[in-house]
């Protein structure tokens, strides 16, 4: 009994295989993910950490499952293209609960992108400048990465530059200049 379900199986499996190609061409893999070389925090260099998600900086990689995708129909000229197809690609990423994330991070982040966070704290990003779903997904996730790290980046502190002694003693000896001028101008030779 069990060789014949197993013949059965195996007719059926060559059967598919004829319709369809090879069934290894259709069995779903998830994608390897990419491999990189991260300094952690106490300066050791790991070469073999797994990038799963949105690389912002060295140190910072949002992880996928925390971005919030959406597409939508985009606007503007495209004819049918644009009606029937959601090529419009929104990102969305929450920054106040988000556990990629440092608390200084979050206090950067939150400072500096006030003026573009949500109520819930959270940054959207739009794309809709290609036709491709795939293009504008990708074009919102580089716009999201670029964002956060101008964001992060230490900005340096100005140092006030000193004003050259040569250049103050020429601009006091020009104003001087200019005074005894005006005042040369107001002298009246009595008559």
Not at 40 to 54: A, D, M, Q, Y
Not at 136 to 153: F, G, P, V
């Given at each position: ?111 500096r992108l006030a ?7 959270a940054i959207r ?49 020009e104003k001087k ?15």
């Amino acid at each position: 009994m069990e060789s014949c379900a197993i013949a059965f199986l195996r007719r059926c499996l060559v059967t598919v295989n004829k319709l369809f190609g090879s069934h290894r061409n259709h069995v779903a893999t998830t994608p390897r993910p990419l491999l990189s070389s991260v300094v952690t925090s106490t300066g050791e260099e790991h070469s073999e950490i797994p990038v799963t998600g949105l690389r912002v900086t060295d140190s910072l990689v949002i992880p996928r499952g925390e971005l919030e995708v959406r597409a939508s129909r985009a606007s503007g000229a495209g004819g049918q293209h644009v009606n029937k197809t959601s090529s419009r690609i929104e990102i969305s990423w929450n920054i106040a609960g988000s556990k990629a994330l440092s608390d200084e991070q979050r206090l950067l982040l939150t400072e500096r992108l006030a003026s573009r966070l949500s109520d819930e704290g959270a940054i959207r990003v739009v794309a809709s400048d290609t036709r491709s779903q795939a293009r504008n997904r990708d074009a919102a996730e580089r716009r999201l990465a670029e964002t956060i790290a101008r964001a992060l980046k230490v900005r340096k502190k100005r140092k006030p530059t000193k004003r050259p002694r040569r250049a103050n003693e020429a601009r006091l000896t020009e104003k001087k200049k200019h005074s005894d001028k005006k005042r040369e101008r107001q002298r009246r030779i009595p008559e």
